[in-house]
């Protein structure tokens, strides 16, 4: 039987390696998803300041009330870099801009958005 030299056994173990990484692959399937699943819109259900902003602002009711109770925050140039924070770990940021009084009315209007709405 021949030695392998250290590249030629390197080559072998990553071989190795990789066709028993798919043979464990082999019983994976993806997580199937119907037509209706995968269509249905974002529910409202308990929307509150501490649920992320693009969470809040996927559902149309929700962001009718980020529109109304914060104004500008979804046109702000820089929404793509807070939107996946919430309105209570935004306001720390905001130099006073969302003080507790604003954040307890967008949680009292958020809190009124019901799934059967």
């Known amino acids: ?8 056994e390197a080559r072998q173990s990553i071989l ?3 066709i028993a990484g798919l043979a464990c692959l ?7 998803v119907s037509a209706k699943t995968a ?3 974002i529910q409202p259900a308990a929307f509150t300041v501490h649920t992320p902003i693009d969470r809040i602002a996927a559902n149309e009711r929700g962001k009718a009330v980020l529109d109304r109770d914060v104004p500008g925050v979804m046109n ?5 870099l807070f939107c ?13 801009k969302l003080t507790k009084e604003k954040l307890d009315q967008v949680n009292e209007d958020l809190a009124e958005l019901s799934p059967s709405q």
């Open 26 to 32: 082999g019983g994976c399937t993806p997580p199937q």
């Open 84 to 96: 996946a924070m919430s309105l209570s770990q935004l306001a720390s940021l905001s130099g006073g």
């Open 76 to 80: 702000n140039p820089h929404y793509e």
């Open 39 to 41: 269509y249905e819109p």
């Open 16 to 18: 190795m390696f990789g």
């Open 1 to 8: 039987m021949r030695r392998l030299t250290g590249m030629a």
